[in-house]
């Protein structure tokens, strides 16, 4: 999905591409889903992907309580 941040802004100091954290997600049950993943263009959101871990592409975005945030180091 394609994000677009309205001016005025202060833009973020990242560099462009992945942001450095990942949303893991899981069904109830446990099983593992896939992953929300959070883009950045020029010191900016600019998308955000939902890699699915299944052969059917899902519906819709999970559940947030469904979603564990990390951050990578």
């Known amino acids: 999905m394609d994000l677009k941040v309205l001016e005025p802004f202060p833009r973020a100091e990242i560099s462009d591409g992945v942001v450095p954290v990942t949303g893991t997600v899981k069904a109830p ?17 600019s998308a955000l992907e939902y890699s699915w871990y299944s052969d059917e592409a899902p519906v819709g975005l999970p559940d947030p309580l469904n979603v564990t945030v990390a951050v990578e180091r």
Do not use: A, Y
């Open 29 to 45: 049950s446990g099983e593992l889903l896939g992953e929300l993943l959070l883009w950045v263009s020029d010191g900016s959101l």
